[in-house]
Nanobody
């Protein structure tokens, strides 16, 4: 089993930055595609960014492209989401997820087998 724990959420002003971290419980993390998703009140969970096991492939939602950067450090069993130029519409609970069977970086939540507990990101105008 894989346990994922997010951290780094909080309150930011519009135009500001936050860096989210997701720590995995085991070293086999290095073989998994990792993704970040978010869910705002009353809305469906949506894909934000994903990264392949090697770090060689990344995939971003159009809404965050150019503002957010996903990266991973397999030696630390950690994936990151650097969020710059934050907007109020980025406000959501952000979830880290692991896809243990990935053949590509997928934006579909059902492709991911393990999920963290979520961390709240709030952006004020």
């Amino acid at each position: 089993q894989v346990q994922l724990v997010e951290s780094g959420g909080g309150l930011a002003q519009a135009g500001g930055s936050l860096r989210l971290s997701c720590a995995a419980s085991r070293r086999t993390f290095s073989t998994y595609t990792m993704g970040w998703f978010r869910q705002a009140p009353g809305k469906e969970r949506e894909f934000v960014a994903g990264i392949s096991w090697s770090g060689g492939s990344t995939y971003y939602a159009d809404s965050v492209k150019g503002r957010f950067t996903i990266s991973r450090d397999n030696a630390k069993n950690t994936v990151y989401l650097q969020m710059n130029s934050l907007k109020p519409e980025d406000t959501a609970v952000y979830y880290c997820a692991a896809d243990v069977r990935a053949v590509r970086v997928s934006p579909l939540p059902h492709e991911y087998e393990y999920w963290g507990q979520g961390t709240q990101v709030t952006v004020s105008s």
